[in-house]
Structure formats: structure tokens, C-alpha cells
């Protein structure tokens, strides 16, 4: 299809629609997410022009996602250089999206498994320390009441001994800055809400998710569409995407394997979701790439078990 095999020889930055209707460049938008496998996993805007008559189609189809900015073409406006600036702008919005990139949302969750760590870690070096000192305590004792030739062998090994009860000790207090510092860091994570981007068709369902996950510490960002989903996914970088299988545009395995095919995103997490649960959908599913699978209707305790695996803390 031309269509895909132009955009996929130069995978552009920005795509500007030039079509003579607005239904053309939307149904061209439709037939490229369908049927390209580049176009889902290439970072890029989509500019539509359109006439004055359509302007208000065209902001309600960029609310929607399916485009990202809209343009007056016809009747020429007054403004002749609204297009170049629309695509300096969109240039300007795209993501930084190499594999060395770091998001705020990627730290604060290594910030946090650090902070859960440092409990166990301190109790373990002060528990280490106290029970070399108590052997060794042990050891002298045992030594004063043993014969001369024991005690001999026992101070060259109680040399040794020595060093390492004074190297607990020293350990042992040496962690304590550095604990404080991981429980810090900690803390300021916890400001940090883990992002979970659900993408699902039915407007229904996402007012569903939205008050199931009410009161719980992540923020829940949505998307109807396999387009919308990489925009987000692009942008936004969230720890865990919760999908439908059934999109309108494209389905929800498939999505995942695009998703999986592409370094900087493979490591999100999804969880796929169906109104049915056959095992050969489950199975399919996790062949796809999905770390999970959830049965529709979601249930609130069901629902928080799985993103309290993924983004532990975050339902508390």
C-alpha cells in the first residue's frame, strides 16, 4: 500500500495531511495505523489542514488524538506562515526518545525499591555486628578456662577475631548516612505517583477504571485508541498500560508486540484485558509480550492486586 510504504521509506518527524476533505485525511490517518507496523512505534505529529468549514471538526478531531494540530489552508488565511510554525511547534513537543533517557517517573520507582530496602539492610549489618561481638565475647570466655596450649591458638585466631567484630562495628555506622540518605530519597518518591495509562474503547469502562482506582497513589491517564496509546506512551513513559484487547483501530496484542519491538518501551509492563478469558486468548496474549490478563468486568480487589504487583505501595 502506498500509504504505508511512504511513511515507512521516510518516517518523518511531523506528517502534514493535505487532503480534500477532512474525512479523507481522517480515513488516511485510519488505513496507516492499521496497516503499518512503523507507524505505532515512530515518534511523530500529524498536522491537518482543512477548510473553514471544517474547523470545528478539526479541533474536536484533535481533542480526540487522531490528529495533533489543525491548520486553515482554504480559504487562504492572513497568517501564511501558521503552517511553519505549527510544525516548529510540533517539532518541539516530540519526545526525547533514545534508549539512554530517563524519565522523573523511572527514578522515583528505583528510588522507592531502595527506600523499601534499607529497613532490612540496617537491621541486618547491626544484627551482624552484635552477633560477631557476642561471639567473640563467647570465644574469650570460653579461652580463660581452656589449657595454655589452647589458649596459644586461641589468640592468633582471636586476632582475626578481633578485626572483624572492629569491621561490623565500623560498618555498621558507616550505613547509617547512607541509609538516611536512601530514606530520603525515598520519601521524595513518594511524592512522585506512579503514572498507569489505560487504554480502552469504551467510554463506559474508562469512567469504570477511573472510579475503581479512586484513593489509590497513581495517576491514571487514559486512551481510546492504539494511536492515542503510543502518543501517550511516547510522552508520557508510564509504569505500567492497562489495554483492551478489542481497540477500535488496532488490536491489543498486536499493540503489544509493537510496543515489545521497540527498546526504550519494551520494559512497560502491560496488562491486557477481554470481556472473555479462553485460554488460547490468555496464552496469546502472554506469547504477545503481556505480563498479564484480567477478565472483564474488573473487580476493585482484583484490579489493585494486579497494580500492587507491578507498582508495589502504590495502592496504599
Not at 200 to 210: H, I, N, Q, Y
Amino acid at each position: 500500500m502506498q500509504t504505508v510504504s511512504d511513511f515507512e521509506a521516510s518516517r518523518p518527524a511531523v506528517l502534514v495531511l493535505a487532503f480534500e476533505t477532512l474525512a479523507a485525511a481522517q480515513d488516511y490517518r485510519n488505513r496507516l495505523f492499521r496497516s503499518s507496523r512503523l507507524a505505532h512505534v515512530t515518534p511523530h505529529k500529524t498536522i491537518v489542514l482543512c477548510r473553514v468549514g471544517e474547523l470545528q471538526r478539526a479541533y474536536e478531531a484533535c481533542e480526540a488524538g487522531i490528529f495533533d494540530d489543525y491548520v486553515l489552508f482554504w480559504p487562504q488565511p492572513f497568517d501564511v506562515r501558521r503552517l511553519d510554525m505549527a510544525i516548529h511547534h510540533a517539532l518541539g513537543l516530540l519526545p526525547k526518545a533514545s534508549c539512554d533517557a530517563v524519565g522523573v517517573d523511572q527514578l522515583a520507582a528505583h528510588a522507592r525499591h531502595i527506600a523499601r530496602l534499607t529497613p532490612n539492610l540496617a537491621e541486618r549489618a547491626h544484627r551482624f555486628a552484635h552477633e560477631v561481638g557476642r561471639t567473640h565475647a563467647v570465644a574469650h570466655a570460653a579461652a580463660r578456662s581452656a589449657g595454655p596450649a589452647f589458649q596459644r591458638c586461641f589468640r592468633q585466631v582471636g586476632e582475626s577475631v578481633d578485626a572483624l567484630c572492629t569491621a561490623a562495628q565500623a560498618l555498621a555506622g558507616a550505613l547509617g548516612p547512607q541509609l538516611q540518605a536512601a530514606r530520603v530519597m525515598g520519601a521524595l518518591a513518594e511524592r512522585v505517583r506512579p503514572t498507569v495509562l489505560a487504554v480502552e474503547g469504551d467510554a463506559f469502562e474508562r469512567t469504570l477504571l477511573s472510579h475503581l482506582l479512586e484513593n489509590t497513589k497513581v495517576e491514571l491517564i487514559h486512551a481510546s485508541t492504539g494511536a492515542q496509546a503510543f502518543n501517550s506512551i511516547w510522552t508520557r513513559r508510564p509504569d505500567l498500560v492497562l489495554m483492551d484487547i478489542d481497540l477500535p483501530d488496532l488490536n491489543g496484542m498486536e499493540i503489544t508486540r509493537r510496543l515489545k519491538s521497540v527498546e526504550p518501551l519494551a520494559s512497560i509492563p502491560v496488562v491486557l484485558m477481554a470481556a472473555y478469558g479462553r485460554r488460547t486468548v490468555v496464552m496469546e496474549s502472554l506469547k504477545a509480550g503481556a505480563a498479564g490478563f484480567m477478565i472483564k468486568p474488573l473487580h476493585r480487589a482484583t484490579l489493585l492486586d494486579k497494580i500492587e504487583a507491578f507498582l508495589p505501595g502504590s495502592m496504599a
